[in-house]
């Protein structure tokens, strides 16, 4: 069981309760105009990463505000309420090998969930946050490949989105057979907007 989530800075000034959506890019440039804001940021990203980490019984987070800045083209959305954060997932671009089903493989560059928790089961935080991240990557559930998912995601997934068929991967990416259209092709990329400071993708 993950421990108590061990936020108590305050996050920046301006963050109502919502999500937010941070590039890597972006939180650079926090760091240098606002080094305070950065700093509560910084530690509550992090403290939240951690407990994703230990959550899915991982040797590390796989989020850190500093593993972000090292990785252009990253997007971390924020659920937060009363001051604090509630919640992360985190989504990139991935050049993936993907074995068919029945043989025979693909190249794909899906957006994938690289990383996903939250810190109060049962709650409506965790589909709140998924649905106000899928409206900004213009994406919806079976249109995304999942990172090693969690033995709470795929239950996750199975219940909100009706997600269960997909074809095991060596590379331990899950991508579901609703991903691919009739004609077996991937989904044809769609436009998403470049992710501003702290800009509020979702409300409470």
Known sequence: MAPPLAVEAALPRHLSDGVSVWSGARLADLR?????????????V?????????????KGPLTTAAKLVEAPGQRLYLLHERGSVAGL???????????RRGGGTVELDPVCVLDFYVSA???GRGRALFDAMARAERRDAK????DRPSPKMLPFLKRHFGLADYVEQPNNFVIYDSFFGKDGAPPRAVGRAAPGVGRVVGTL
């Not at 240098?32 to 804001?37: G, I, K, L």
């Not at 990139?92 to 074995?99: D, R, S, T």
């Open 32 to 44: 240098s105009s606002s080094p305070e804001d950065y700093e509560a940021l910084r530690e509550a």
């Open 46 to 58: 992090d403290a939240l990463g951690a407990a994703s980490g230990v959550a899915q019984e991982l």
């Open 89 to 99: 997932v985190k989504v990139g671009e991935k050049h993936l090998y993907y074995w």
């Open 121 to 123: 089961q049962r709650a």
């Open 143 to 146: 249109s995304l490949a999942y």
